[in-house]
């Protein structure tokens, strides 16, 4: 196993690379970029526009700032001017080729590159990018565990009960209720949630609203459970929703695939009580597919929910990446996506590892 | 002498097999009823005596009533009307996805399936690396890009546009399943048969192996078509999706949002119709899915 | 069996992992302000334990879109930043409602009457005094100073690390001549002088605190300032709230009147609504349209409308073929016959418009020079014929023969081939919201009654106004007609009328000139505009409305509402077209 381990994450290298190339075009290419004026100003003046070209780096090709977002630029040589490259259509090619391209900058190079461990510095800030994503990550995660234990809460014993009791009342209802929630779409819920809960329904006591529209906390206040958990409840809920209806329903299926299987009619047939039979036996393999389904949703917990975020004004990387995407603040855009593909292969490989030591019939050579 | 003529059992093929499985699932035929009727209604949207570019501006925002069934929009447009005709342009983008996931999906899985080791490998590395890309972030650059792009054929068929961005990004489930079916055919006896026939691997890996892995791709195709017509309602909400003043479910609800209170049948109906479509879908496939499954046979010939 | 308990533990451990990962979220104000040695006599009687009627702190909230990307409003300009700045720092001189300079720091205005601008009339440059106020500190103690303000102009002209403001090509330098007193040194005659380091992007930043090595664009003083403004910062958690407390120590005694304010992110417009409904937020910035009408009748929201207005509302049409900007060598086809131009405006139904869509909160406008001091000239009113322009487009050879409902060249002067179909693309700008969807459909629908087919795009703004190099619509010609707003800030229009319709401008990334309007004419009266003769300026503004008006390079339709939706209970707040909502925080009070 730990061969395949090794093996696994040594093929991960080359696979972010190509990933790390593909997304830097992806982000490079959009057109449009960060020296549009936005907000009141519409459009940037020539001068601010050179400017901040020199300064965001954005007067060489693009080939070059791969490079530099990788391995940095504070290697190379500050001159006064730059060899202009000849025109044509083969130009850009010419200057991807041309080492002196790379070596020779206008203006003193200060990063570090990735691989050192230096994303960069955020265009809309000019802070380094991965500062102000550590917090907003915080915020994720914290949002995105509770709902995810919500869910395993909630799906873990309808998905059971309902295999168990298959084609009961229950099961119907549940199974209804699931087709309903994966038929909702997440925004327009979260719409109505907002509407029900803070614009129609009142705290009896106060007279305020139910519940608070969106944040984290109350501003102000010392901390306070009570609080904190409020302004939980509605966030919680619009990513409940559709994940519960999944899991319960994949849950559902893979126990029906157990209980059909001989060993459990085996167990049954030896007097065995239906309890311990569902739950000792049959629950824990049915439990195996679900842990690995959710260690690949892992990369969910890391990335956050976008709408969740923007209708609930929390300050998590799913917002932070709406914002950076409008404003085409490369250096972030590049930042969140690599570390959520980096998270998703590691979660994957996890997935792997998980199932094979749950699961004894599994060998990876 | 008389002549008795056994009773044979008619034959049943696998397919009508299927079918009576099928018919036997109370959602699936609900939800077929109510898709056909939805498509049915947004296919014959021309019957519709309103137009919905014109606008009518002394009847803006107009409670539902007898001549406007669903109310009107800001531009005093029948919504019924819209609403229809964006029908046809998310149930588009719905199928077209579909198509795209499995043009691009089952070739990949089929060749990674059944050829395996090297050619496997690589395939899979792609698909990994596709399924490694956040979908929904990533979608929101492709959007912006392929909008931009000048070809007049793409920037007229903004269907296509979304659906292909949608697709290129969907396929990977459909791969990796018909992959996995393609693995475990491979090793059966009929096809080393009929290798041994002379049987060129194209033949096979078409005509031989597909049939039978088909099932799981149809349930799953099936699917798709839900997942995208959500995500393209998701995409034109944010502002990376269909472009009004064409119509779609997804764009008719982001400019209704912020009359939930005051006119909420703006976002009321394309978000029923929305819920209609996705779970009929998911009914019909998950009656798919029974049809398909061998174990429910058993089951309903009474074993536990 | 050593299996049984592992997806427990296992599952246990990643959701630990997930919880753990976020437990340090509380509450830490995580990029926090180191404030350095506020006034540490913090005596403030709240903290005494008496039971008794303890002065309760006075808050409001203010709700705004997005988080502001630094407290300098020059280098993003996204407002958001400008209205952070205008609590907690000053400037030179600032802009009112009217749109009148007020000094900040200055002690008074520098004007020609009184000395402070000296002209140079052979040379053509001049020279302006500033007199700083003698009585206003920064947070830490220290007084604010000629320094800073030398400070501040160094930084904003480092070559490495500055950035460019408007008016800064025409500084010279900038002179200390003492503690409180330094001279700008202009080198053309500039009449936006008064808000060089004022207005709503700049502010003095302060010399001794600002590391002038990271320089202007990037300092960390822009992330947690150094206050000379009515509010101090307290509080910033990135994209969540930022909390200020008043200034004790602000220069104008007895105010602010407002102990605290919190400015909260709420991206969802619909939100902030509701939250002004409930009470729960006191101020939302930049309310649009569509909800001002909605606020109109909610009991405890009030309106604050700007009495100047600002940003008009044109459709630009490209000059030059879709796809170049030379508008001699490839002439638009259909654009470019003024013929054209004249029946598409009197296609347009403003007034329609206006009160249709823009719940009447929008004016018509059809010249440049509709604002005071300079809305003195007679340009007609356009009116609105839909007949008449049909009409027109038949005289330029815009005739629909096969029947189509859209218009073919046969005869028509642009160069165009016979046959010709009348159709082009119309762009706008997807961030304003549906009030300008709207009026774009609108539009789009009429123009088709009279034979024009358009089809609507929705751009980025990003997209539509990125230089040319990177595809930038506007910049690289790539359009038919389209339609956004812009107006100038302040009471100058010159460097405004520069950008748009000088023909230098129409180059390229070097102006604003999108429509390729080339007119010596008019170059030579925004020329002689960079003057401090009211008069003469008056005059000129007047010729070139008649020009303009002539040669309608752009259409002009109508303000857009600048409006600031707040709580009853907040009284004093001004919306300013040339300013933030904030500028005159310091004169709010609760009731």
């Known amino acids: 196993m730990g061969h395949y381990v090794v093996r696994r994450l040594l093929q991960a290298i080359p696979l972010m690379f190509i990933i790390s190339i593909f997304l830097y075009g992806l982000v490079n290419l959009a057109p449009g970029g960060p020296l549009a004026g936005r907000g009141s100003s519409k459009r940037l003046n020539p001068e601010q526009i050179a400017i901040l070209k020199r300064q965001f780096g954005l007067d060489k090709p693009v080939c070059v700032r791969y490079v530099y977002w990788l391995i940095g630029n504070d290697w190379t040589k500050p001159v006064e001017e730059i060899p202009k490259p000849s025109v044509g259509v083969f130009a850009p090619i010419i200057q991807c080729l041309d080492p002196r391209s790379y070596l020779l900058s206008e203006s003193p190079g200060v990063g570090k590159g990735v691989l050192r461990g230096d994303f960069g510095n955020s265009y809309r800030t000019r802070k380094p990018v991965l500062d102000i994503i550590k917090t907003s990550f915080k915020n994720s995660a914290y949002l995105m565990s509770i709902t995810l234990v919500v869910v395993a809460i909630i799906a873990i014993p309808v998905g059971v009960i309902s295999a168990v009791k298959q084609y009961s009342i229950f099961d119907i209802i549940v199974t209804t209720l699931s087709f309903i929630g994966q038929a909702i779409p997440e925004f327009w819920l979260g719409l109505i949630l907002i509407l029900i809960f803070y614009v129609w329904l009142k705290n009896p006591l106060t007279g305020d609203s139910l519940l608070p529209p969106g944040g984290m906390y109350t501003q102000g206040m010392a901390f306070s459970l009570i609080d904190w958990t409020k302004h939980l409840i509605l966030p919680v809920t619009m990513g409940v929703v559709g994940w519960v209806t999944w899991y319960s329903r994949f849950l559902r299926s893979s126990m029906l695939d157990v209980i059909h299987q001989d060993y459990v009619r085996t167990a049954r047939a030896k007097g065995l009580t239906l309890n311990k039979v569902y739950f000792k036996h049959a629950l824990r393999n049915a439990l195996l597919p679900l842990v690995t389904i959710f260690a690949l949703d892992l990369p969910y917990i890391f990335a956050g929910s976008l709408y969740v975020e923007i209708l609930f004004s929390w300050p998590g990387m799913g917002r932070l990446y709406y914002q950076a995407a409008v404003d085409r603040d490369y250096p972030m855009l590049m930042a969140i996506l690599t570390l959520i593909t980096l998270i998703v292969i590691l979660s994957n490989l996890l997935a792997d590892i998980v199932y094979a030591r749950l699961d004894p019939r599994i060998h990876y050579d | 002498m008389i002549d008795i003529q056994p009773q044979l059992p008619r034959e049943v093929t696998m397919r009508q097999l299927i079918w009576r499985r099928f018919r036997r699932h109370p959602g699936a035929i609900m939800g077929s009823i109510v898709l056909s009727c939805i498509i049915l209604a947004c296919t014959f949207a021309f019957l519709s005596p309103y137009d919905p570019y014109k606008s009518n501006l002394s009847e803006r925002y107009h409670p539902p009533s007898l001549e406007h069934p669903m109310g009107t929009d800001a531009l005093g447009r029948d919504l019924m009307t819209r609403v229809l005709y964006g029908g046809r342009v998310s149930l588009a983008v719905g199928f077209s996805v579909m198509v795209i996931t499995l043009v691009i999906g089952i070739p990949v899985g089929a060749i990674a399936g059944y050829f395996g080791g090297r050619i496997d490998n690589i395939l899979m590395r792609i698909t990994d690396a596709a399924l490694a890309l956040p979908s929904l972030l990533v979608l929101i650059l492709l959007g912006a890009i392929l909008r931009e792009v000048d070809a007049p054929w793409l920037k007229s068929n903004p269907v296509l546009t979304i659906a292909f961005v949608i697709g290129i990004l969907a396929w990977m489930f459909t791969a990796r399943l018909v992959r996995a079916s393609y693995l475990t055919i491979r090793e059966m006896d009929f096809v080393s048969a009929t290798r041994a026939m002379g049987g060129s691997n194209l033949r096979i890996i078409a005509l031989h192996i597909f049939p039978n892995a088909i099932g799981p791709v149809i349930v799953e195709a099936t699917l798709e078509i839900a997942y995208a017509i959500l995500e393209e309602s998701g995409l034109s909400y944010l502002g990376f999706g269909i472009q009004p003043p064409t119509p779609s479910w997804g764009n008719l609800l982001s400019n209704a949002q912020e009359y939930l209170i005051k006119y909420p049948w703006l976002a009321i109906f394309p978000g029923i119709m929305i819920f209609l479509s996705v779970i009929s879908i998911n009914y019909i496939g998950d009656g798919l899915r029974d049809a398909f499954d061998p174990h429910k046979v058993l089951i309903k010939m009474g074993e536990v | ?591």
């Open chain 3, 1 to 591: 069996m050593y299996k049984k308990n592992s997806w427990f533990t296992i599952f246990g451990v990643l959701v630990l992992i997930g919880l753990l990962s976020s437990g340090c979220s509380t509450g830490t104000a995580t990029p926090t302000t180191e404030q350095p040695g506020t006034a540490p006599t913090e005596a403030a009687p709240t903290e005494v334990t008496a039971p008794t009627t303890v002065p309760e702190k006075s808050q409001i909230t203010v709700v705004i879109a997005e988080d502001p990307p630094t407290f300098n409003g020059a280098i993003n300009q996204s407002g958001f930043d400008t209205l952070v700045m205008e609590l907690a720092m000053l400037g030179l001189a600032d802009l009112d409602e009217e749109g009148n300079a007020y000094p900040e720091l200055a002690a008074e205005l520098p004007t020609v009457e009184n000395g402070g601008v000296v002209i140079d009339e052979e040379n053509g440059t001049m020279d302006v005094t500033w007199k700083m106020r003698q009585d206003i500190k920064w947070e830490d103690g220290t007084p604010v100073t000629a320094n800073d303000l030398v400070f501040t102009y160094e930084a904003v002209v480092d070559e490495e690390t500055g950035y460019w403001i408007p008016g800064i090509d025409y500084v010279d330098g900038v002179e200390k001549i003492d503690d409180y007193t330094a001279v700008v040194h202009y080198n053309v005659i500039y009449p936006g002088y008064l808000t060089q380091f004022g207005g709503y992007l700049m502010v003095i930043w302060p010399a001794h605190y600002c590391d002038a090595e990271q320089g202007f664009s990037s300092w960390d003083c822009g992330l947690q300032p150094l206050s000379n403004g009515p509010y101090v910062l307290k509080e910033w958690v990135q994209n969540d709230h930022l909390t200020f407390e008043r200034n004790p120590n602000y220069h104008e005694a007895g105010k602010p009147t407002i102990d605290e304010i919190v400015v909260k992110i709420i991206p969802d417009g619909a939100v902030r609504k509701q939250m002004l409904i409930n009470g729960d937020a006191d101020l939302d910035m930049w309310t649009s349209e569509n909800i001002v009408a909605e606020l109109k009748d909610v009991p405890n929201v009030e309106v604050s409308l700007s009495p100047v207005d600002r940003w008009v509302m044109r459709i630009f049409f490209n000059l030059a073929a879709k796809g170049t900007t030379d508008p001699v060598a490839t002439p638009h086809p259909i654009n470019s016959d003024l013929r054209v131009r004249q029946a598409i405006q009197m296609a347009i139904d403003t007034k329609t418009i206006a009160e249709t869509f823009w719940f009447g909160y929008a004016k018509q406008v059809w010249t440049e020079f509709f604002r005071p001091p300079y809305n003195l000239c007679d340009v007609p009113q356009p009116i609105y014929d839909p007949e008449a322009a049909k009409a027109l487009l038949e005289e330029a050879g815009w005739i629909d023969q096969d029947g189509d409902g859209v218009r073919e060249c046969h005869g028509c002067t642009t160069g165009a081939e016979d046959g010709y179909k009348m159709e082009m693309e119309f762009i706008t700008y997807s961030e304003y919201g549906e009030t300008l969807d709207l009026t774009q459909e609108y539009i789009a629908e009429k123009l088709g009654e009279i034979g024009i087919k358009l089809t609507i795009s929705r751009v980025e703004g990003t997209v539509l106004w990125e230089s040319s190099e990177n595809g930038g619509i506007e910049q690289s010609g790539n359009f038919d007609f389209d339609i956004w707003d812009d107006g100038y800030s302040g009471s100058d229009p010159t460097d405004f009328l520069w950008g748009y319709y000088a023909s230098a401008a129409a180059e390229p990334d070097y102006g604003i000139n999108y429509g390729r309007y080339l007119n010596p004419e008019i170059d030579d009266l925004i020329d002689q505009a960079y003057t401090l003769d009211e008069d003469l300026r008056k005059d000129l503004f007047c010729q070139m409305a008649t020009i303009l008006n002539r040669d309608l390079p752009e259409l002009l339709l109508f303000t857009t509402v600048d409006a600031n939706a707040h709580s009853s209970r907040l009284q004093g707040v001004q919306s300013n077209a040339n300013e933030i909502v904030t500028w005159n925080v310091s004169d709010w009070t609760l009731k």
